[in-house]
């Protein structure tokens, strides 16, 4: 048996039985790299030990789940501080990946996060923590443990330090700078040379500023990483060690004097960290804002007595009260009491809703005016809120596939800058026999000219405001992938009930033969509200709706899903079909019929109403559109998307609701799981689809298409279900979330193209190309102002989104902000 092996102890989900343990168990031995495996069913734990030079836990746990079973994995962010670039990020991901149980280490730049899959079994956030600071980063702590207080202290810390490093640096190199701009003035009365004066003054203020940079170096060497802080440690290093050796004329001579350049760039290094890391602190604003509606208390009424509790107190089914301008502490249902409520932050409509007894409520919102008392019916991690940060701290952390494209370049930037600039430094010196001091010039300002900072932010920050702008829009996006997806959509297909339409039914008409209309309607109500059927249903909310007072009915009957009859004010009443009222007798005039054909070919239901023996009036029944319906098709038709209609009703209904809102593809009669199908053979034909339904029974075709958009209600969001998912039931959002997935690519685009252009641009006058032709160099220190700028440029760009407001929501939030860039 080989001297090295690995052991290795996997929790498994899914055995419920001895020969379940022994599957896995066999499984596991089966493996050439696997020396013995031994399974614990009590304890759902399997402990192998494997040749780790040939097989990973990636491995083993395809093996397990070949068998039939899954192993358990975790997940946790973890807040790291002193990330500046796209290269510290592999330097982190490359060290918490070494350590063995972790799966998967993804850092998101622009949040200061790192997003940790791995096996408890194996490994601990302790060490997650040891291999962060040996990397040579700070461990702030767990994501849930970090509250907005402490990481605004802390960055709020971090900031201050940066400032004060800056301010020093540029107050030393300033006057020095223009001290030997003019010739060195009254430097022969010195005792001793000017160069020995400079290293004095510069020594103690250049390590106090570049300290940082040296470190973060170190780090990196030490895990044989390059990153930008190795580049600019070298950049400033050079400066400040050709100074050194000048000042001694040890190989150099006295006029490589940089002591005040190399200040000078560590300066403008700190203060583009400094801008970077502000501008960085503002892009997860979203998170933080519904991080802030937790209330921490509630008031509960036990035994009689009002008690205020911390939020974690509070159990399912306690009563809680809230008074007016108080925060609704988790999701329940009104028990008693009116009042408005302010939803804007959950759903982003900004006028309050009503809620009386029996209405939902959602934990952090706003009661505005009335005293409510609530039940509290999902608390903590179920809480509609919480569902919601989760899902955009898990969609702020992804990665679009379109940040590959800055991933690559990333990892060929550093080795080919500093090949640019040794190579330009030797072009200069021996084959065009500049000064060395010239050439030590064109090195250094290559060297810190160039910067992946921008390239590595591009992508995170816009993708990190962009989805918190869609949660404070109502639009909670899961992922990077579904925004770069949405925008090449050429395809959206509309499932019609309680999509397209309400889902409910409603009365749309009511047509009278010689008695009122009012009449009709509360004597039909009478009999209905004796019934549980949806058509009766719409027959009473319509007479509710109207105010109108029902009287009594007696002898309530129902026929076999034909009809039903009961006896209102002494006479009876019959309601039903046209065949149910013929056969007790009731005469319907062709008048009657050519109304009830007329509904019947508009997809409407035609409910017949006799009194007395004679026809009193018809009932049109029909699930109604919604509100928005047709604005959103006509929106996604003036997109150049094509716009398709799957249902399970039937043809003519279906063809009417398409008719009514500029449909022309439908396809009806289809059952839910045939829906998939018909999404894949639009895939089959090459077009991008996205299909838009309730989240419930079309979760086959929300799966299957390229871009699931899930209905929300608001108080149940189908989080699961889709891409994207909208918190209101509004299709409107539905439109506006493709606008918000385009305008984030554009964004995104927009990002890649001023990074690479910065350094397209700069890097080559940095290396002195222009020299020869025009007499233009690119001194040290505009190279460090332009590596700030350019990381400042794309963070600055990314933060424009958040006043972006869709066009189709543009007349609709034009009282509650402006349009954005």
């Known amino acids: 048996m080989p001297e090295e092996k690995r052991r290795a102890e996997l929790k498994i989900s899914g055995m419920h039985c001895a020969s379940c343990a022994l599957n896995v168990e066999r499984a596991l031995q089966g493996r050439d790299d696997v020396y013995d495996a031994r399974v614990n069913l009590a304890t759902e734990t399997a402990v192998v030990e494997y040749d780790p030079a040939k097989a990973t836990l990636v491995d083993l746990e395809r093996?397990?789940?070949?068998?039939?079973?899954?192993?358990?994995?975790d997940e946790v962010t973890v807040r790291v501080g002193g990330m500046v670039c796209a290269s510290c990020a592999q330097v982190i991901e490359a060290s918490l990946g070494d350590l063995d149980g972790v799966y998967e280490a993804r850092v998101n730049l622009a949040t200061e996060s790192v997003r940790i899959v791995y096996s408890p079994a194996l490994v601990t956030t302790s060490e997650f923590r040891a291999a962060v600071e040996d990397a040579g980063y700070q461990y702030l702590g767990l994501e849930e443990e970090v509250t907005g207080d402490v990481e605004t202290r802390m960055r709020e810390e971090d900031l201050r330090d940066k400032f004060r490093r800056m301010v020093v640096g540029f107050a030393v190199s300033i006057p020095l700078f223009f001290y030997m701009l003019l010739?060195?003035?009254?430097?022969?009365?010195l005792p001793v040379s000017v160069n020995l004066v400079m290293l004095v003054i510069t020594l103690p203020v250049f390590v106090y500023v570049s300290a940082p940079i040296f470190k973060a170096a170190a780090a990196a060497l030490r895990n044989r990483t390059l990153?930008?802080?190795?580049?600019?440690?070298?950049?400033?290093g050079v400066a400040y060690g050709a100074s050194v050796l000048g000042t001694f004329e040890i190989v150099l001579t006295p006029e490589f004097n940089f002591y005040e350049t190399a200040v000078m760039l560590a300066a403008f290094l700190t203060l583009g960290r400094y801008l970077e890391a502000r501008a960085k602190g503002r892009t997860s604003e979203a998170i933080k804002n519904l991080i802030g509606l937790r209330p921490k208390t509630a008031t509960v009424i036990r035994d009689g007595r009002e008690v205020e509790v911390p939020v974690e107190a509070v159990v399912v089914g306690d009563i809680l009260l809230v008074r007016p301008g108080e925060k609704v502490p988790v999701d329940g249902t009104v028990v008693g009491g009116e009042s408005s409520v302010d939803e804007s932050m959950i759903t982003g409509e900004p006028i309050p809703a009503d809620r009386r007894e029996g209405d939902g409520v959602v934990g952090g919102t706003l009661n505005v005016n009335g005293v409510l008392r609530i039940r509290a019916e999902k608390i903590g991690k179920d809480m509609v809120l919480s569902q919601i940060i989760r899902l955009v701290r898990d969609a702020q952390g992804s990665r679009p596939p379109v940040e590959r494209i800055a991933d690559v370049a990333v990892s060929y930037f550093i080795p080919v800058i500093l090949l640019i600039a040794f190579a330009a430094f030797l072009a200069w010196y021996v084959g065009?026999?500049?000064?060395?001091?010239?050439?030590?010039?064109?090195?250094?300002?290559?060297?810190?000219?160039?910067?992946?900072?921008?390239?590595?932010?591009?992508?995170?920050?816009?993708?990190?405001?962009?989805?918190?702008?869609?949660?404070?829009?109502?639009?909670?996006i899961r992922n990077g992938e579904a925004l770069e997806v949405s925008e090449k959509l050429t395809a959206i297909v509309f499932d019609k009930t309680g999509t397209l339409t309400r889902g409910k039914p409603d009365v749309t008409d009511v047509v009278a033969f010689g008695i009122p209309e009012d009449r009709l309607l509360s004597v039909a109500a009478a009999v209905e509200n004796n019934s549980q059927h949806p058509l009766a249903a719409a027959v009473v909310r319509r007479a509710e709706s109207?105010?109108?007072?029902?009287?009594?009915?007696?002898r309530f009957t129902t026929f076999g899903g034909l009809g039903v009859s009961a006896v209102v004010e002494g006479e009876e009443v019959l309601i039903g079909n046209q065949p149910?009222?013929?056969?007790?007798?009731?005469?319907?005039?062709?008048?009657?019929?050519?109304?009830?054909?007329?509904?019947?070919?508009?997809?409407k239901t035609a409910v017949l109403v006799a009194i007395g023996g004679e026809l009193a009036g018809i009932l049109a029944i029909a699930d109604t559109l919604k509100p928005t319906t047709r604005t959103a098709v006509a929106e996604l038709r003036r997109m150049g998307l094509s716009v398709m209609m799957i249902t399970g009703d039937n043809e003519r209904t279906a063809n009417a609701i398409a008719r009514e809102v500029g449909i022309d593809d439908v396809h009806a009669g289809v059952l839910p799981q045939a829906k998939a199908e018909e999404v894949r053979a639009l895939q089959v034909r090459g077009e991008v689809v996205a299909f838009v339904g309730d989240g419930i029974n079309d979760a086959p075709a929300l799966a299957q298409a390229d871009v699931g958009i899930a209905i929300g209600s608001g108080t149940d969001v189908a989080?699961?279900?889709?891409?994207?998912v909208l918190v209101r039931d509004d299709l409107v959002d539905a439109v506006a979330a493709i606008e918000l997935s385009r305008k984030v690519m554009s964004r995104i685009k927009q990002n890649l193209f001023w990074a690479f252009a910065y350094n397209a641009a700069l890097i080559p006058l940095a290396a002195g190309v222009l020299y020869p032709f025009f007499g233009i160099t690119f001194r040290p220190e505009y190279a460090a102002l332009a590596m700030a700028l350019s990381s400042v440029t794309v963070v600055s760009l990314s933060l424009m989104l958040k006043t972006y407001i869709p066009p189709v929501?543009?007349?609709?939030?034009?009282?509650?902000?402006?349009r954005g860039s």
């Open 63 to 73: 093996t397990v789940a070949d068998a039939g079973f899954q192993v358990v994995r």
């Open 183 to 189: 010739g060195m003035p009254g430097a022969s009365a």
């Open 227 to 236: 990153t930008m802080d190795v580049m600019y440690a070298m950049g400033i």
């Open 432 to 476: 065009l026999g500049s000064s060395l001091l010239f050439a030590l010039t064109v090195l250094i300002s290559v060297l810190v000219v160039a910067c992946p900072c921008a390239l590595g932010l591009a992508t995170p920050t816009a993708v990190t405001v962009g989805i918190g702008r869609g949660a404070e829009l109502g639009l909670l």
């Open 546 to 554: 109207a105010g109108l007072a029902l009287p009594v009915s007696e």
């Open 580 to 603: 149910f009222l013929e056969e007790h007798g009731i005469v319907v005039p062709e008048k009657a019929r050519t109304r009830v054909t007329v509904f019947q070919d508009v997809g």
């Open 719 to 724: 989080i699961e279900s889709g891409d994207i």
């Open 809 to 818: 929501k543009r007349g609709i939030m034009s009282e509650v902000g402006t």
